[in-house]
């Protein structure tokens, strides 16, 4: 995967814009995911993937794999989404994401379906009150489905930090749903 | 369960999740007694796993809408001259670097050639036939 992304980035360093609608389309559903998750806002996530597919666009002739260290496509792609998106909390205020109504599952009872659908409004809502580095590591994690590592190296930060931003991430939104379920 | 056990309990669903499939043997083995014995240590381990089913459930999916997304990203840097100008510039360099590497190359001496000739070439380019 990460040869043919070194590839394609090869081709979009030479204008290749073929390349580049490939590049976009092996990458761009999880990074406006990632983005959406951590700004609250599907909107403002496609303005922030645009702005990273922008950015690749440009630097792509000066990318150079590395070695056994080797920079890596995706992790690129990933930390300067989670980093803009970041920086884009600071600007807008976070607002959960449009719960549009998910579709029935006929393979749960009715009132399964309310808890569900109840558990998904109380997440939203502790989401929410996440500090976005939280956030973000809540959805580098379960979203991404990156390890510890890999989501330390997409905020740029130590594992130790990563996993202790998950940790008080994990509590809070445990605790809501502990106390949601008390009332 | 003690206090202290429901501690390590809530500490490592903090820290592993809520599935204890996942956790390491001895905690998760550890996890699994306490869920037995005790109500409140259940309902907490049910409370991560809500969590991260809603998490699931939420996931924010998005259509495919690829091309579009390329063509606007090529777009705007089309639209915004300095980065233009510095993608250009970059490109430029490359060419000028490439250039004057090569002048450089071609300059150099053949290595098939006589040694006779690669002297009398290295001689002519620094006027050294003077110093003899």
Known sequence: MEDADDELLAQVARGDGVAFSRLVALHRGKLIALAARIVGNRAVAEEIVQEVFTRAWIHAPRWRPQGDGRANVTGWLVRVATNLAIDQTRRVHYAPLDSAPEPIDTSISAEQQLMADDDRRRLAAALAALPPRQRAAIALTYDQGLSNAAGAEAMAISVGAFELLLVRARRTLRQAMMEDKAQ | ?132
């Open chain 2, 1 to 132: 369960m003690t206090p202290n056990e429901m501690e390590e309990l809530l500490d490592l669903l903090d820290r592993h999740g809520g599935r204890l499939e996942n956790w390491p043997a001895e905690a998760r083995a550890k996890a699994e007694a306490w869920r037995q014995d005790s109500a409140v240590a259940a309902r907490q381990i049910a409370a991560m796993r809500r969590v991260e089913a809603a998490l699931a459930a939420s996931h924010p999916g998005v259509p495919d809408e690829a091309n579009a997304l390329a063509a606007r990203a090529m777009q705007e840097h089309q639209n915004n001259p300095q980065r233009m100008l510095a993608r250009r510039i970059s490109w430029g360099v490359a060419g000028a670097l490439a250039l004057v590497a090569g002048v450089y190359v071609g300059s150099l001496p053949r290595l098939d050639a006589a040694p006779s000739d690669i002297v009398a070439a290295a001689l002519d380019q620094s006027g050294g036939r003077d110093v003899w």
